[in-house]
């Protein structure tokens, strides 16, 4: 049996350290952003929301981004909300963000003409993000819930774009209970644990 040099044993170690490592960083990356897809459906109601004193009223339909820094979820959704900026923006639709209370974060850069709103009216009833909510051009709720159902989000199996076309040609839209399943994050700030 060959005698185990000091550069072997080294070269052994280095090596069970590193796997050791990358063990860790892989369980941490899973542990924070994979998580398996849940098919439990979540409600969403806009009986108490409205827009804030200086936005109601007639104007422009109004679009309101709620997303929480903290939910792995976002990611599949900063695509197709700047398409809907990209597009309908050009034709004076007013886009806003809402962020989840007692976080911290930025919307990707691309996302910039996002408007930030510190506050809105019944936000703290919302029951999970990411969500978008419509209002027309009346400042009448015309939609709020989910960009789509399912894992993932595009033009292809979204709610909004329907709601969007359907205000710009001036025709009603009143979806403001709506149940879907996806991938979502509690929006209610929880009391901590006693």
Known sequence: MPELTLKTLLACLLTLLC???LWRAY?????RYIRTFSDQAVLFAGDALRLPAELSGPGAI???HFWDPDCPCNVGNYQHLSELINHYAPQGIEFY????PGTHGQLPIRLGALKPLT???GAEHLSASPAIAIWDR??????IGPYSEGATCNAGNSFVEPVLQALSQGRPANTTH???VGCYCPWQVQPPAA
């Open 62 to 64: 109004r679009v309101v």
């Open 138 to 143: 009346n400042g009448k709720l015309a939609y």
């Open 119 to 121: 506050h809105l009216p």
């Open 19 to 21: 796997a050791a490592g």
């Open 178 to 180: 709506t149940l879907a």
């Open 97 to 100: 963000a809402v962020q989840k």
């Open 27 to 31: 369980d941490w990356f899973q542990g």
